[in-house]
Nanobody, 120 residues
Framework: QVQLVESGGELVQAGDSLRLSCTAS?????MGWFRQAPGKEREFVSA????????YYGEFMKDQFTISGDNAQKTIFLQMTNLKPDDTAVYFC????????????????WGQGTQVTVSS
């Protein structure tokens, strides 16, 4: 079982930028991010496929979020810009040994989550 450890979540002001990091304990085919706001379902944010370098984003996410990573370091980043109160959520790092997808069930490995709070 691969362990994922996120970091970088904090309280910020609207309009601020923030970068999240996640490191995996082992190799994966893909890694990515989901988020879950209070009272809402988990939402796909972004994913990266190591073999191709292809990146994918959830609906409307690409304007604000950029995923990047270092396969050798088994680490991904989520650069978030122009943050809004609606971006307040727990952000989960995810990984999978063989695939990826926009649904939570597509991912085998989950981190504990890191809280991002955006105040207005």
């Amino acid at each position: 079982q691969v362990q994922l450890v996120e970091s970088g979540g904090e309280l910020v002001q609207a309009g601020d930028s923030l970068r999240l990091s996640c490191t995996a304990s082992g190799r994966t085919f893909s890694m990515g991010w989901f988020r879950q706001a209070p009272g809402k379902e988990r939402e796909f944010v972004s994913a990266i496929i190591w073999s191709t370098g292809n990146t994918y984003y959830g609906e409307f996410m690409k304007d604000q979020f950029t995923i990047s990573g270092d396969n050798a370091q088994k680490t991904i980043f989520l650069q978030m810009t122009n943050l809004k109160p609606d971006d307040t959520a727990v952000y989960f790092c995810v990984g999978d040994p063989s695939g990826w997808g926009r649904r939570a069930v597509n991912w085998d490995y989950w981190g504990q989550g890191t809280q991002v709070t955006v105040s207005s």
